[in-house]
């Protein structure tokens, strides 16, 4: 299976998200008022995409393993 890699046009849509640091056709870095806003939803019991479609993301852009992905770091990420 291949790298899922954004469009032209998908980072130019994720470029307008307040929550996006940066984006390439390869990565995105999300802000850090995204990161903790994330792990506070998610500790509240709500599922990783939904919390990127309230935050005004495209899930289907972002796509399964990278929200998976940003959850498991986040997470991690806290616990240290």
Do not use: C, H
């Amino acid at each position: 299976m291949g790298k899922n890699y954004f469009t032209e046009e998908q980072v130019a849509e994720l470029n307008l998200n307040s929550n996006v640091q940066k984006v390439s056709t390869k990565a995105i870095t999300y802000t850090e008022a995204f990161r903790q806003w994330f792990y506070q939803e998610y500790q509240g019991g709500k599922m990783p995409s939904i919390i990127f479609q309230e935050a005004g993301f495209d899930t289907n852009v972002l796509g399964k393993q990278r929200i998976q992905n940003f959850s498991k770091r986040t997470k991690n990420m806290a616990q240290r």
